[in-house]
């Protein structure tokens, strides 16, 4: 079955604890991002990545840290959480970043920082 | 960078009317409209997208329209039923660059 897997789905932490966000793909996707979603904000893209090896900013990359070593994943690092990034994370990934092609989301990972 | 504006941020329909959301884009660059939709707790899902060089795309009872001059672009959906009822976000992309998106809109059908 095609789809964006990610893991933990729920994570309670404390501030200052380095946390990893997994994020992997099975349909040999070229376009692999993050996003935070928050209420009244909408979903703000943290990260992308057009291939292997190849990542840049998007809109709120501040705190964040990824890499792209394989294809299928894309992991999302926080070296040193803070409470105001506290909110539910989505992986999406897509065929290319070459036209227009759908962008498939994973299915969440609700982060508390405390 | 790129900006999205969505209106309205709430949206209240009859079953059986239409509903119409209306989005803003600020780079004229941008060549890719998708819209997502979301329901309660669930991920964003694709339910229709344009191309910079295409004005209008239908599908069934939703369609999107694009208007490049002015730099904006509209969802529509006829014959609402209430499983039509989530959050709707539009986005804008311009290719190689990031994923801009709207605010988004939460459509409510009354039965």
């Known amino acids: 079955e095609a789809q964006v897997t990610q893991n933990p789905r729920y994570l309670i932490t404390v501030t200052g604890k380095k946390l990893t966000v997994t994020c992997s793909q099975n349909?040999?996707?070229?376009?692999m991002s993050w996003y935070r979603q928050d209420p009244g904000l909408g979903l703000r893209q943290i990260y992308y990545?057009?291939?292997?090896?190849?990542?840049d900013k998007g809109d709120v990359p501040e705190g964040y840290k990824v890499s792209r070593k394989e294809k299928r994943n894309f992991p999302l690092i926080l070296e040193s959480p803070s409470p105001n990034q506290t909110s539910l994370y989505f992986c999406?990934?897509?065929?290319?970043?070459?036209?227009?092609?759908?962008?498939?989301f994973g299915p969440g990972t609700r982060l508390t920082v405390t | 960078g790129e900006n999205v504006e969505q209106h309205p941020s709430t949206l209240s329909v009859q079953e059986g009317d239409s509903a119409v959301i209306k989005c803003t884009y600020s780079?004229?660059?941008?060549?890719?409209f998708p819209w997502y939709k979301q329901e309660l707790g669930k991920r964003p899902q694709l339910i229709i997208d344009?191309?910079?060089?295409?004005g209008e795309k239908k599908d069934q009872r939703i369609a999107v329209t694009l208007n490049k001059t002015a730099k904006h672009f509209s969802l529509h959906i006829t014959e609402t039923q209430p499983e039509d009822s989530a959050v709707y976000f539009c986005?804008?992309?311009?290719?190689?660059?990031?994923?801009?998106f709207g605010p988004g809109t939460r459509l409510s059908v009354l039965p």
């Open positions: 999406a990934s897509s065929l290319s970043w070459q036209g227009t092609y759908e962008q498939y």
């Open positions: 349909m040999n996707h070229e376009y």
């Open positions: 990545s057009m291939n292997v090896e190849v990542t």
């Open positions: 780079d004229s660059a941008s060549n890719y």
């Open positions: 344009i191309r910079s060089n295409v």
């Open positions: 986005a804008a992309y311009v290719y190689g660059q990031n994923f801009v």
